[in-house]
């Protein structure tokens, strides 16, 4: 088995072995559960740790510290909430190989990967310490004679959080980061396969001074904790990232009360190749857009267009750069590929891989076959795919890449549009006007040109169509967690 035993040994090594918490972080204080649930590494199916699992009844009591905490909270001047936001990003960032080796454990990413989701992570509490203090509202020039029309920014008060198991600390601090510079109370419930990371950020929050209520995470069944959340009236906002199946399923429990929901779905990413482009430019983004997260990652290249005249070029590099890539453990260091964090992730690939390959794919590298075990998952190339197979339909969320060609521009455009999702498209070409025009056309929330690297705290995430609603990150982040009040002064002469 591979691995076998270094991911409990290394979080018995961690180096501040307060970050592995067992119980849930409520109103301040660490609540124990009536049962437990296990961790378990994904590469091995070896089970790492134990945690509580509170009751549903818990989420009332989270949210009513959160409302009490709210009263306080709200009127803490900005820069105050920053520095503590600060200090929490600070702090995860002294504790990035251990956070990092706490989420390969449980998600199975390598750790070279893991640490660079921590650095991300920390970046959203800077970026949203730093916005709380530019909250700026405005003066309307009036159209009414002697008066004053103001329009301010307030908290909408307590909001929720649902957070997914492939990106498990920085999903928490996006959010977060944005609700609490905004003068919000968080409570949030991380995904069941990777409670551990959520608990050492709640670790990492106590020890920057978060005041009590103002930043909880329960764990516990989800369908029936979310529901509890969103029957709640007075949660105002909620968030979400996972599946477009359960962000529709929330939506519509969170219509009951009208909360304002933001939802970060799944994705079906075009990458797009014009024969214009830098070839090995394009390969090695290509590598980048796909293979991130072990491929587990929203914004994967799922569909990828390359024009016919360099086609087989494209599929021969592509195939010799996926070749390279070394599937293991995710401690251990020469890893490029972990395994899958959840199982039905490797089955899902297995069946794309076999459907496309029915209906006449052509298999260039890898296959449905893994010697490590059901979570691992061979990187694999797929060529000659045609609109009509599964994967270039459905969201793959692993390493397998669906190789499309095309012959226009015009074509590809309206091929690469042709989905339900809208998340993130990225364009090779060194034509500076098809540049512009296929940016300027794709529906897409999310465009890169000639890169895979996009994200990062001060850009706008978010989605079109069923990708979502909302925007995370950026000047836009906050307004999901604010609401805009109008203030009319009048008879200022009277
Ligand atoms: P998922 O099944 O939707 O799970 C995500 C979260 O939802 C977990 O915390 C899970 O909790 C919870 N959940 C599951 N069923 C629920 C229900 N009936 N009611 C309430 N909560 C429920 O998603 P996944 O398949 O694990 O994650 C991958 C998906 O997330 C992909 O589609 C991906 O594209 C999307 N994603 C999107 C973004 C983005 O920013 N757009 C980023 C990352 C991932 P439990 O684990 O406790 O069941």
Redesign the pocket.
């Known amino acids: 088995m591979v691995g076998s035993g270094i991911a409990k040994e290394a979080l018995a090594s961690l180096r501040y072995s307060e970050l592995l918490q067992s119980r849930s972080f409520v109103n301040g204080a660490w609540v124990s559960g009536e049962s437990r649930a296990e961790v378990v590494d994904p590469a091995t199916g070896e089970v790492i740790a134990t945690i509580d699992e509170l009751n549903v009844d818990i989420v009332d009591t989270a949210v009513s510290a959160a409302a009490d905490a709210f009263l306080s909270w709200r009127d803490v001047l900005p820069a105050a909430r920053g520095a503590i936001l600060r200090r929490w990003a600070d702090l995860l960032r002294e504790h990035a190989s251990d956070l990092a080796t706490i989420v390969t454990a449980e998600q199975g990413k390598p750790h070279k990967e893991a640490v660079g989701e921590v650095s991300y992570a920390a970046g959203f509490l800077d970026w949203f310490a730093a916005e709380g203090e530019r909250a700026y509202g405005e003066t309307v020039p009036s159209h009414l004679s002697g008066s004053r029309l103001t329009v301010s920014w307030q908290p909408v008060g307590v909001t929720a959080a649902?957070?997914?198991?492939?990106?498990p600390i920085a999903?928490i601090t996006r959010k977060a980061g944005a609700a609490l510079a905004a003068g919000c109370t968080m409570v949030v419930?991380?995904?069941?396969?990777t409670p551990l990371s959520a608990l050492a950020v709640a670790k990492l929050a106590e020890m920057a001074g978060m005041p009590p209520g103002v930043f909880q995470v329960i764990n516990g069944?989800?369908?029936m904790?979310?529901?509890r959340l969103l029957a709640q009236q007075n949660v105002r906002a909620f968030s979400?990232?996972?599946?477009?199946?359960?962000?529709r399923?929330?939506l519509e429990q969170a219509s009951a009360s009208v909360k304002k929901v933001s939802l970060?779905?799944?994705?079906h990413a075009p990458f797009i190749v014009f024969d214009d482009a830098d070839l090995s430019a394009a390969v090695a983004g290509c590598m980048g857009a796909k293979f991130a997260t072990s491929g587990?990652?929203?914004l994967g290249a799922n569909r990828i267009y390359v024009q016919r005249n360099i086609y087989d070029e494209f599929v021969r590099r592509y195939a010799g750069a996926v070749g390279e890539l070394k599937v293991g453990h995710g401690l251990d260091s020469n890893t490029d590929i972990g395994p899958m964090t959840?199982e039905?992730?490797s089955q899902k690939c297995r069946e794309q891989i076999r459907q496309a390959i029915d209906a006449g794919a052509r298999l260039v590298i890898g296959g449905v076959d893994n010697p490590l075990g059901r979570q691992f998952v061979t990187p694999t190339v797929l060529a000659d795919v045609n609109d009509d197979m599964n994967i270039a339909q459905e969201?793959t969320?692993g390493p397998v890449a669906a190789i499309l060609p095309f012959d226009s521009e015009d074509e590809v455009l309206k091929r690469a549009n042709s989905s339900e999702y809208g998340?993130a498209a990225y364009v090779y070409t060194s034509n500076l006007n098809r540049a512009m025009r296929m940016s300027d056309r794709l529906e897409y929330g999310m465009v890169a040109v000639n890169t895979p690297k996009f994200t990062g705290s001060p850009i706008p995430?978010?989605?079109w169509k069923q990708?979502?609603l909302g925007r995370?990150g950026s000047r836009y982040g906050m307004q999901d967690y604010m609401e805009q009040k109008y203030i009319c002064f009048g008879n200022l002469n009277g």
């Open positions: 649902i957070t997914p198991w492939n990106v999903m419930k991380p995904a069941k396969e069944d989800a369908p904790m979310s529901k979400f990232t996972g599946s477009t199946r359960v962000g399923l929330l970060e779905l799944g994705g587990q990652d929203c959840i039905s992730v969201e969320f998340l995430f978010g989605g990708s979502g995370e």
